[in-house]
């Protein structure tokens, strides 16, 4: 069973520029969220998503944000006019349903998407 | 969700046990306290999750006093290979992860 996948693994953006970012999560887990790491702090939550839905984006900026989770495909994290302060490690997690596992709600999380802006 | 607060950084020599305290005075009774690890450039890993007493799996054992105001997560015989950093986290078996800065444990020879 593969783990979370995201891609690409490096992006490389000129300030004003769009950052896509994708993640495909492990097989079987409808649930995903995104955090982002800033260099040397801890991960900081963005977004929770299902399946068409957004259940949490209390994490997410107000501003040139977003992400959905379609019924087929990817989770997208899209950034619009990235800025300086948009360079960091973007990390995705997926779970699966509540209950399914019979224990707690553990997230695995993928190898990042670290975006450079300059 | 309850704050935590643990050390900034541990050092260990291999073979040692190493505990991390964690502190959370403010854990609401439905919060569980769980541990991640995180490798330089990877994504973080699930190690231990636990709610009252001791729980015990292959990788570490998490201690949990009755008072549930704080925790210790256990790494027995360290190698090398755990040089990480580990976050301590509380709050319910779903949804987000509020991480904090973290514990940077440096093992060596």
């Known amino acids: 069973n593969a783990g979370v996948m995201q891609n690409p693994r490096h992006l490389v953006r000129r300030r004003g520029q769009e950052a896509r970012l994708r993640c495909s999560p492990m097989k079987g887990h409808s649930h995903v969220y995104w955090y982002r790491q800033l260099p040397e702090e801890g991960l900081k939550f963005m977004v929770y998503l299902q399946k068409e839905n957004i259940i949490d984006e209390s994490g997410m900026p107000k501003e040139r944000f977003s992400a959905e989770f379609p019924k087929e495909g990817p989770s997208i994290l899209r950034i619009q006019q990235v800025v300086r302060g948009d360079s960091a490690a973007y990390f995705c997690a997926s779970s699966p349903p509540i209950g399914m596992t019979g224990r707690s709600y553990e997230q695995y999380f993928g190898p990042g998407t670290r975006l450079t802006v300059t | 969700l309850a704050k935590t607060t643990q050390p900034i950084s541990m050092d260990s020599y291999e073979g040692q046990e190493v505990n991390i305290t964690c502190s959370h005075n403010n854990i609401a009774t439905n919060d569980y306290i769980t541990w991640y690890q995180q490798f330089p450039s990877q994504g973080p890993r699930f190690i231990i999750q636990?709610?009252?007493t001791k729980v015990t799996n292959e990788v570490a054992s998490l201690f949990i006093p009755a008072d549930r105001k704080s925790s210790t997560l256990s790494l027995p015989r360290v190698s090398l290979s755990d040089t990480a950093v580990y976050y301590c986290l509380v709050g319910p078996n779903w949804g987000k992860l509020q991480f904090g800065a973290g514990t940077q444990v440096v093992v060596t020879p």
């Open positions: 636990g709610y009252k």
